[in-house]
Structures are given as structure tokens and as C-alpha cells.
């Protein structure tokens, strides 16, 4: 936990000092990442071994998120809805990570021009079968009938998803 928060202090040092918005904005970016995994990592570390209880751990992971980066709880929610499931250490941190990327993007992308909203993120699982979901009700993809290129949290999530054995 020491060493990410060096590496996230390290990360906005360099953000600040930097001329370029873009490369400004991939630092923070990176930051907001690093700053999840510290979240995920100290969540866990108090977590008794064993299985986690994902419910607690989704809003545990959520409240993080949020005070991090919503300005105004008042303009955007940001709950889970989760059924008393149980998953492993590896597992929930899978888990955990997919829902910092997809949370992560809609803060950034689906409430441009402080439009108020909510995010949602959902888990349900039955015998065999789990679903994971992240949904909000922002502003929607572009009118662009182009696919928009995958950036990072896409092949971060992707890869999350199959090392799950799960489908994206």
C-alpha cells in the first residue's frame, strides 16, 4: 500500500508539471488507477481470509471511488446493487478492478457539462453463472457510426474478463 501511494504521489508530481493536457490527463488518469488498486489492496488486507463478501466489497470499493472523484454527491449517485454472493480473494480483486475501470469511464465520460446522474453497479450469481455490471444514465454514446478505439480500461477489462473466463 506504502509503495502505491509513493507511485501515486509520484504520478500527480508529474501531472502538475507537465505542459501538455493530454499527457496532464493520461497522469491522472494513471493516479486514478493506482489510487484504485491502493483501495482494493487495503479493502482486502482487512478482509478475513478466506472468501470475500462482494456486496460489501463493491460498496466499500464504490465509496472509494466516489469520494476520489465525485464533487457533488448531490449531482451523482453512485450505489450497488449486489446479492449476498461470495467470491475469493482472486477473484474479488478481478472483480474489483473491472468495476474501477468501468466506474472510472463513466464518471469521466457520461455526465459531460456537470449533468446530473447516477451509476449502478450490479453483480447477481446463480449455480454456475455470474453477471457483473456497471450501468449509468448519462449522455450515451456519439451519433458516430465508427467503433471508438479501445483505449486502456477497454484491454484492461478484456483481459480481466478472460482470465475470469468471462465474457465482456
Known amino acids: 500500500a506504502n509503495s502505491l501511494q509513493i507511485i501515486a504521489s509520484v504520478l500527480m508530481q508529474s501531472a502538475r508539471r507537465v505542459s501538455s493536457a493530454e499527457t496532464r490527463g493520461h497522469l491522472f488518469d494513471a ?20 472468501d470475500v463478501a ?31 454472493s461470495m467470491a475469493t480473494a482472486d477473484v474479488s480483486v478481478s472483480l474489483g478492478l473491472i468495476v474501477t475501470e468501468l466506474v472510472i469511464n463513466a464518471l469521466k465520460h457520461a455526465f459531460p457539462g456537470q449533468r446530473d446522474g447516477a ?39 478484456e483481459a480481466l474478463a478472460t482470465q475470469l473466463d468471462a465474457k465482456v
Do not use: N
Open 54 to 84: 462482494l456486496r460489501k466489497y463493491f460498496s466499500d470499493l464504490c465509496t472509494s471511488i466516489g469520494a476520489s472523484m465525485i464533487h457533488d454527491p448531490r449531482q451523482l449517485r453512485l450505489t450497488v446493487e449486489a446479492d449476498d
Open 31 to 50: 493516479h486514478s488507477r493506482v489510487m484504485s488498486i491502493a483501495a482494493l489492496q487495503s479493502q482486502l488486507s482487512v478482509s478475513s481470509v478466506g
Open 119 to 157: 451509476i449502478v453497479v450490479g453483480y447477481r450469481s446463480g449455480d454456475a453463472e455470474w453477471e457483473l455490471s456497471v450501468s449509468d444514465d448519462g449522455a450515451g454514446m456519439s451519433g458516430s457510426r465508427s467503433p471508438a478505439k479501445a483505449g486502456l480500461g477497454t484491454s484492461i477489462v
